[in-house]
Nanobody, 121 residues
Framework: QVQLVESGGGLVQPGGSLRLSCAAS????????MGWFRQAPGKEREFVAA????????YYADSVKGRFTISRDNAKNTVYLQMNSLKPEDTAVYYC??????????????WGQGTQVTVSS
């Protein structure tokens, strides 16, 4: 079955940076679009960024465009999210998942535990 393990979160001051990682197994990683989502307290989970099979095609939510960069290493079955110029409103639990467009495939339930990102002074 699909297993996703996110890591790299933490507490950072506004304007700071973090790099998240997501190790994936149980899926054809090198041919699967992968994405990052986040869920802030009291809010629904939202799309953040996604990447096609190579690093040549990426797309982002407007709220993170120009600040976040998604990338992948197919040899390591890992997808990354470099987050720069962090803002308090970026505070959330971050998850990775396979994507179709900006959403997970129908019936997808194999969310990982996520990694907490807190932006605060």
């Amino acid at each position: 079955q699909v297993q996703l393990v996110e890591s790299g979160g933490g507490l950072v001051q506004p304007g700071g940076s973090l790099r998240l990682s997501c190790a994936a197994s149980g899926l054809a990683f090198s041919t699967t679009r992968m994405g990052w989502f986040r869920q802030a307290p009291g809010k629904e989970r939202e799309f953040v960024a996604a990447i096609r099979w190579t690093n040549s095609y990426t797309y982002y939510a407007d709220s993170v465009k120009g600040r976040f960069t998604i990338s992948r290493d197919n040899a390591k079955n890992t997808v990354y999210l470099q987050m720069n110029s962090l803002k308090p409103e970026d505070t959330a639990v971050y998850y990775c998942a396979p994507v179709i467009g900006a959403a997970v495939p129908p019936g997808f339930v194999s969310w990982g535990q996520g990694t907490q990102v807190t932006v605060s002074s």
